[in-house]
């Protein structure tokens, strides 16, 4: 018996490879993460090594290489330029406090989000599009998302930092699309009882974000256009922010 094996691609995987998902056959029903990986190697040579430094998502959760996958899961090879805990997330209920949308995003109606009486601080971290990089003049930029995953994984974040700081309450809601100079890309909306712990997980927040979600930005510039990836230093999808 032949099983059927789809794996959806994502940003510069999709663009490199030129479609939006892979198909494998194979006689086997089970796979590891690297034995898929290994199969798609094969099956495409030419972006192996690419292929290698990707990261898979089983179930909208990111998949380690010793997990087993199954032809019937919901497979996604992710670019390196996110990354992933290898715990699932629980994707539970979202109740409207984290949204990937392509509308843009206003400040006031996230943090309303959070704000309640018990707490007496609350802030919005919020990211806009800048004009010059390190010397690069930016157009506007292109965000792309694992949307189901994206949500379940800021979802996780804001689990994290109620048990981080008990009490405190995060929304996010993130851009996709084309996101004009000055425009915003995301806002984190975070209350606490306190000012100091509503300042440190905001800052968790947007680290956390960066980490985890899978979520891409293309730069495009008035000569060419390139996606961004991890710019916290090397790219370690398993490490733990401890800060």
């Not at 199969?39 to 040579?45: D, F, R, S, V, W």
Request: negative net charge.
């Amino acid at each position: 018996m032949t099983y059927e094996w789809k794996i959806k691609l994502f940003a510069g995987l999709q663009e490199r490879l030129g479609r939006s998902e892979l198909i494998l056959h194979s006689d086997r029903d089970n796979l590891t993460v690297r034995e898929l990986k290994e199969m798609l190697a094969k099956e495409y040579p030419d972006h192996a090594s690419l292929i290698a430094i990707s990261f898979a998502a089983r179930n909208h959760a990111y998949a380690a290489d010793q997990m087993q996958l199954s032809a019937r899961d919901e497979l996604a090879l992710l670019p390196p330029v996110s990354g992933g805990e290898e715990e699932p997330a629980d994707g539970g209920e979202n109740d409207g406090f984290y949204v990937i949308t392509s509308e843009p995003i206003a400040t006031d109606d996230v943090l309303r989000k959070v704000i309640v009486k018990e707490h007496g601080a609350s802030l919005a971290f919020v990211g806009t599009t800048r004009e010059w990089t390190e010397g690069q003049r930016t157009v506007h930029l292109e965000y792309e998302a694992y949307e189901p995953m994206a949500v379940a994984m800021m979802k996780q974040i804001g689990d994290e930092i109620a048990e981080r700081w008990p009490g405190a309450l995060c929304a996010i809601s993130h851009r996709i699309g084309v996101v004009g100079l000055a425009e915003t890309s995301v806002v984190i909306a975070v209350s606490a009882p306190h000012r100091e712990s509503c300042y440190d997980a905001s800052r968790y927040a947007i680290e956390r974000l960066k980490q985890i979600v899978p979520i891409w930005k293309k730069e495009i510039w008035a000569d060419g256009s390139e996606w961004k990836g991890h710019q916290k230093g090397p790219w370690d999808p398993t490490a733990v922010l401890n800060e």
